[in-house]
């Protein structure tokens, strides 16, 4: 091998546009899988298990072809990254592992927010476009506009541009041709101290922690002691291999090659994107600007039954065993007894369970010191002259929006009333009409796009809107703690809740009246009527009434666990459940 014959590449690509297939047609192409029969629509690159059951390709996947070039066999290294907006840091450092990386735009859709912020990604680490469009095939199509889209957004020379059908295979072999010819070989030496760039991992049950390398200098073997350079850990190769894009051991993996290592780490969270490993003994300069991943929105998960903790910690436990973008930490209240605090990278993982139990992390500035707070009941209870808290500020991100002009007040609208700052908007293809497209950027609180501000965005535009969102530091913001009590019913009801809430002082009355309508739903009746309200300090802004139960309604809805409940009420002597 050298490193002349190696391209590694990744494909950008917002959702749908179609990545998976042009990467089926380039594994294909290049004999690495047969090419599948007609009507057969899997995707090889999309098999994993779990990213099926779940939805979405959380999980990158990598693979590397052989192809003939000039008679000379090259090594493609196709690096995938992942395709979600909560995991830009993670794309970047995917990223960082090639040298090259195929713009693709869906020619019947479009430029769209998360290929525009991936695309500056990759070219801030300089690394070679490949501008392809996608779909020339659709009667929908419109190559010659969506060119001038992308030379406007990108700078794209139209020349440059590869027309492809990904589906029909129509051009894909000029995009092979591009790779070799565009994109630059890695560099690095077998006789430099080993240095290993870590860009992605997965989980095995029987092996622990799989991560993928690009190897930069050494030469990497099993049995091979090495090092990461973030955690100082030490580990001994076990398995070693490159991905093809099932796997296939290899004895040795050389500079410029992509490959997968097993060196018994345990969990997810021990294979930190970017890290660097070195040889034990000969340590190395870290690939720079690696920082770990830090969970920017928290949420506290308590069993219904606190006998049933165990179990709860057991599975969330599996959970971040796989994935290392939840991180978990051990919590107790004294109402809900023993509970989890689950730390997420971003709002991906919240679809499923209401927004409003989540958290972000405050930051809470006092006279003398700044503390950063991830959990309700460290929250300053009160702000103001007399505490020694000067400011609280919330985490901010700097959001943009790509959509069709007619929606463009819709979407005004949609961030004033999520707090948005600093509104701006440019067209992104000028003097087209109707179709005009619109990029909107704003700073908007954090605490307000993992609510409901996805659905609203997709919703309010019927669908075309596209979204995507960077870290951008924090803000002074006027926050107000609600302090949340009736925690018993709420964990009867089956819901997890958050310990307190913390609201802007602007949305306090909607928070207020959202909960208790939400409280009215959840919480089983009882013999007498009950009053539910919320409270910000003294002042009531929400209240309801829960109508007393008839004996037949309650059995049908409650079950088996009635007797249980209704005792457990009687036990704390409830007769009004105040939010204060
Ligand atoms: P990804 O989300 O970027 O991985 O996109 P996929 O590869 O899953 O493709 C999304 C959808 O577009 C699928 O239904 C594909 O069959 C379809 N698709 C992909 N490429 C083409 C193409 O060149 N022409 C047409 N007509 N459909 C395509
Ligand atoms: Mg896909």
């Given at each position: 091998f050298t490193c002349d014959l190696i391209r590694n590449f990744s494909i950008i690509a917002h959702i749908d546009h179609g990545k998976s297939t042009l990467a089926d047609r380039l594994l294909e192409l290049t004999g690495t899988i047969k090419k599948k029969e007609v009507g057969k629509n899997e995707q090889v690159l999309d098999k994993l298990k779990v990213e099926r059951e779940r939805g979405i390709t959380v999980k990158a996947q990598t693979a590397s072809m052989m192809h003939s070039f000039g008679g000379k066999q090259h090594v493609l290294n196709l690096i995938d990254t992942p395709g979600h907006v909560d995991f830009a840091w993670e794309v970047s450092r995917s990223l960082a592992a090639c040298q090259g990386a195929l713009l693709l735009v869906d020619a019947s859709q479009g430029v769209q927010a998360q290929t525009i912020s991936v695309f500056h990604i990759a070219q801030e680490r300089g690394l070679k476009i490949i501008p392809v469009l996608n779909k020339i095939d659709l009667p929908a199509a419109q190559p010659e506009r969506i060119a001038a889209q992308m030379q406007s957004t990108f700078g794209t020379d139209p020349t440059d541009i590869i027309q492809i059908s990904a589906k029909t295979g129509r051009g894909v072999d000029q995009v092979l041709q591009a790779i070799v010819d565009r994109i630059p070989p890695p560099s690095g030496t077998t006789t430099g101290p080993l240095k290993a760039f870590l860009f992605d991992s997965m989980y095995d049950r029987y092996r622990g922690v799989i991560s993928l390398v690009a190897l930069q200098d050494g030469i990497l073997k099993k049995g091979d002691r090495i090092a990461s350079c973030h955690t100082k850990k030490k580990y001994e190769i076990t398995d070693i291999g490159i991905l093809n894009p099932e796997?296939?051991?290899?004895?040795?993996?050389?500079?410029?090659?992509?490959?997968?290592?097993?060196?018994?780490?345990?969990?997810?969270?021990?294979?930190?994107?970017?890290?660097?490993?070195?040889?034990?003994?000969?340590?190395?300069?870290?690939?720079?600007?690696?920082?770990?991943?830090?969970?920017?929105?928290?949420?506290?998960?308590?069993?219904?039954?606190?006998?049933?903790?165990?179990?709860?910690?057991?599975?969330?436990?599996?959970?971040?065993?796989?994935?290392r973008s939840v991180t978990i930490q051990r919590e107790s209240s004294t109402a809900l007894g023993q509970g989890c605090r689950l730390g997420f990278l971003g709002t991906l993982h919240m679809d499923d369970v209401s927004s409003s139990l989540f958290w972000v992390p405050y930051k809470i500035v006092y006279k003398d010191k700044e503390v950063y707070v991830s959990n309700p009941t460290e929250f300053p209870d009160a702000i103001d002259v007399s505490s020694k808290v000067k400011e609280v500020q919330e985490p901010v991100v700097k959001a943009s929006i790509i959509v069709p002009e007619e929606y463009f007040g819709e979407m005004m609208d949609l961030c004033f009333t999520h707090r948005a700052e600093e509104l701006e908007h440019k067209y992104l293809d000028a003097g087209t009409g109707t179709e005009s497209r619109i990029m909107l950027t704003c700073v908007i609180p954090l605490s307000e796009i993992v609510t409901d501000f996805f659905d609203q965005l997709k919703s309010r535009s019927s669908g075309f809107a596209s979204f995507d969102y960077e870290e951008a530091g924090y803000k002074p913001s006027n926050l107000a703690k609600v302090p949340s009590f009736p925690w018993y019913f709420f964990s009867m009801a089956n819901l997890s809740m958050p310990l307190a809430l913390v609201v802007h002082r602007s949305h306090e009355d909607a928070i207020g009246k959202l909960w208790v309508k939400k409280l009215v739903k959840v919480i089983p009746r009882q013999m007498f009527e009950v009053p539910i309200q919320a409270a910000v300090g003294k002042k009531i802004i929400a209240r309801e009434t829960l109508s007393a139960y008839r004996a037949d309604v309650t059995a049908g809805l409650y079950g088996g666990h009635v007797e249980r409940k209704m005792k457990a009420s009687k036990e704390i002597g409830i007769d009004t459940l105040v939010l204060t």
């Open positions: 796997e296939i051991p290899v004895t040795s993996l050389h500079p410029g090659q992509v490959g997968y290592i097993a060196c018994n780490m345990k969990e997810s969270s021990e294979a930190h994107i970017g890290d660097t490993l070195y040889r034990v003994g000969a340590p190395v300069d870290p690939m720079p600007g690696f920082k770990p991943a830090k969970a920017m929105v928290y949420a506290g998960i308590f069993p219904i039954d606190t006998s049933d903790f165990p179990k709860l910690e057991e599975s969330i436990k599996r959970l971040a065993l796989t994935d």
